[in-house]
């Protein structure tokens, strides 16, 4: 394992063991890497990882903190819901709302690139981290023996874990889109939020190998609560 892996790692626990609090000033790269006999480059290395996965946050002339209520989803790697909270040192948690097989409608079809009428698992979950509700996702999949997943806890387990190391089904790539909106009646209570707050709605397409569409997924993310992050670099246009 890369040092700075290991180093995320041991800054993640502190967060885990309760010794680190949200708000709390992080130790500078010169601290870290005295305490762990390692490069600044690698303690920057790992710091910069965590501020891009949301676990800290930077304050110029301040220094690094660890980030409070707001989860950040980052951009640039494709990751799930329990994999984004857990890396955050919180507990994710699933509500299964319904799972049910039903036919593809036809916006759904042309993004899973089936027919319409197509049975598809249609899977309703109610996403909590430390017991708080964070998010609504409404996934539709669509691959050979789909229906199998009617088998399957999603309570107990991450969907992409079930579909990458159950059913070998590798997650390769996804576009995603947001949409800033208003919380309606029914998704605020499940939300616990007040109708008409602020919400996000995003809608996800995942791909499996040879660029298959799996996963077709609406969700609706408390606005107040959530911030996406991504890392844009400027395309070289002219060589120097
Ligand atoms: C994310 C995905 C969702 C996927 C879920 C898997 C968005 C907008 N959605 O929340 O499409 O189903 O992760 O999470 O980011 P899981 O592996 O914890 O079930």
Known sequence: MPRYHQLKEILRERIRSGEWKPGDLIPSERELSETYRISRMTARQAITDLVNEGVFYREQGRGTFVSRNKITQQLIKLTGFTEDISARGQHPSTQVLSAEMLPADEFTAERLRITPGELIFCLQRLRLADGEPLAIEFSHLSFKGC????????????????????????????????????????????????????????????????????????????????????????????SS
């Open 147 to 238: 229906e199998r997943l009617l088998q399957e806890n999603l309570e107990q387990q991450s969907l992409y874990g079930v579909l990458e190391s159950k059913f070998g089904l590798p997650l390769m790539e996804a576009e995603q889109e947001l949409e800033a909106g208003l919380a309606g009646a029914e998704e605020a209570a499940l939300l616990k939020i007040a109708p008409g707050a602020s919400v996000l709605f995003t809608r996800r397409t995942t791909y499996t190998d040879r660029n298959q569409p799996i996963e077709y997924a609406k969700s609706v993310y408390c606005g107040a609560k959530y911030i996406f992050y991504t890392h844009l670099k400027r395309e070289q246009l002219f």
